[in-house]
Nanobody, 122 residues
Framework: QVQLVESGGGWVQAGGSLRLSCAASGLTFSTHYMGWFRQAPGKEREFVARISWSGRSTSYTDSVKGRFTISRDNAKNTVYLQMGSLKAEDTAVYYC???????????????WGQGTQVTVSS
């Protein structure tokens, strides 16, 4: 079975940094696009970032550009989200997801992790 497991979430002061990891198993990781999404209480799931097979192409939602960086290590079947200059508005449950095509649409993704909580204190 396919499994995506996020880790690295926690509590951090505004202005701080945090790195999330997502380890994948049960799929051909190197042929899947990977994405990060987040969901705050009372709000809908929001696209955060995505990365191509090779890691050469990336895309971000405007609110995190210049602060977040997505990367992947195909040898380790792992995708990362480095988050810096964190704001209270970044507080959410963060999910990683795998997709067979290039898309920022959550409904297009085939597999999802269980999520990891990120709390930013102002």
């Amino acid at each position: 079975q396919v499994q995506l497991v996020e880790s690295g979430g926690g509590w951090v002061q505004a202005g701080g940094s945090l790195r999330l990891s997502c380890a994948a198993s049960g799929l051909t990781f190197s042929t899947h696009y990977m994405g990060w999404f987040r969901q705050a209480p009372g709000k809908e799931r929001e696209f955060v970032a995505r990365i191509s097979w090779s890691g050469r192409s990336t895309s971000y939602t405007d609110s995190v550009k210049g602060r977040f960086t997505i990367s992947r290590d195909n040898a380790k079947n792992t995708v990362y989200l480095q988050m810096g200059s964190l704001k209270a508005e970044d507080t959410a449950v963060y999910y990683c997801a795998a997709n067979k095509n290039w898309s920022p649409q959550g409904t297009d993704y085939d597999y999802w992790g269980q999520g990891t909580q990120v709390t930013v204190s102002s």
